[in-house]
């Protein structure tokens, strides 16, 4: 075998290389874990009630996950009804005043995975 071949030409002589790049693995094995819904809102809810006390810092916090959310869901990594009862809840607590935020906070059923807008609004009064 001539030593001036390139290792493709090599390859195609021989038709067979050991030494060659290995083919791109096409399983899914890597995939990254998906958060589900709880794990979701339990980031949701533990920003506000780590900052229960100082709600413009959670609003800020809100904001920033509303940008991940935005992002999870351009991936497929969010359904889109996960998203909006995330949404949602970010309404309420991002338009409320420091009473009906805390009244928000307080509300089990808002935390609730399934929880949708307008189901409990007599918190927001």
């Known amino acids: 075998m001539d030593k001036t071949m390139n290792q493709h030409e090599r390859r195609h002589i021989m038709g067979w290389w050991p030494f060659g790049k290995k083919a791109k693995q096409t399983s899914n094995s890597n ?3 998906l ?6 809102l339990a980031e949701l809810r533990d920003a506000c009630e780590m900052n229960f006390d100082q ?13 991940e959310w ?14 909006e009862g995330l949404e949602g809840r ?7 005043t420091d009473k009906e935020w805390m009244n928000w906070l307080d509300d ?9 807008p307008g189901l409990d609004e007599g918190n927001e009064a």
Not at 90 to 96: E, P, V, W
Not at 108 to 116: D, H, I, M, Q, V
Request: net charge positive; no cysteine; glycine share 4%.
């Open 31 to 33: 995939d990254p874990i």
């Open 35 to 40: 958060k589900d819904t709880r794990t979701w």
């Open 55 to 67: 709600p413009e810092e959670a609003r800020r916090q809100i904001r920033y996950m509303q940008v």
């Open 70 to 83: 935005k992002e999870a869901m351009d991936r497929g990594d969010m359904s889109p009804s996960l998203r």
């Open 90 to 96: 970010a309404f309420r607590l991002l338009n409320s």
């Open 108 to 116: 089990l059923n808002f935390w609730k995975a399934g929880w949708k």
